[in-house]
């Protein structure tokens, strides 16, 4: 069982940075695959980026490549979301997820879930 806890989000304007952070509870924290995912209203829940548990080379969506970098800290149990150059497209709720399995974006292949942090850019 794994608990994931986000924090970091708020209000950024155009240009903006923002770090999320997903605190982590549970022995195998480390053997998970962590990925971020975020829903906009009125739309579906959609991968952003993930990371293996020994780090290596991330998995970024297109609409993110070049401006959010994530890391984790396993001794921490902790995973980040760099964001920067945000864009009001950004605006969405931010969801933490870990999967015991890489190479999957989609959403039902991950078995834990945070609640989720608001993360809204202006114009």
């Known amino acids: 069982q794994v608990q994931l806890v986000e924090s970091g989000g708020g209000l950024v304007q155009a240009g903006g940075s923002l770090r999320l952070s997903c605190a982590a509870s549970?022995?195998?924290?480390?053997?998970?695959?962590m990925g971020w995912f975020r829903q906009a209203p009125g739309k579906e829940r959609e991968f952003v980026a993930a990371?293996?548990?020994?780090?290596?080379?991330?998995d970024y969506a297109d609409s993110v490549k070049g401006r959010f970098a994530i890391s984790r800290d396993n001794a921490k149990n902790t995973v980040y979301l760099q964001m920067n150059s945000l864009k009001p497209e950004d605006t969405a709720v931010y969801y933490c997820?870990?999967?015991?399995?890489?190479?999957?974006?989609?959403?039902?292949?991950?078995?834990?879930w945070g609640q989720g942090t608001q993360v809204t850019v202006s114009s």
């Open positions: 997820a870990a999967d015991y399995t890489w190479g999957s974006r989609r959403t039902d292949d991950y078995d834990y």
């Open positions: 549970g022995r195998t924290f480390s053997r998970y695959v």
């Open positions: 990371i293996r548990w020994s780090g290596g080379t991330p």
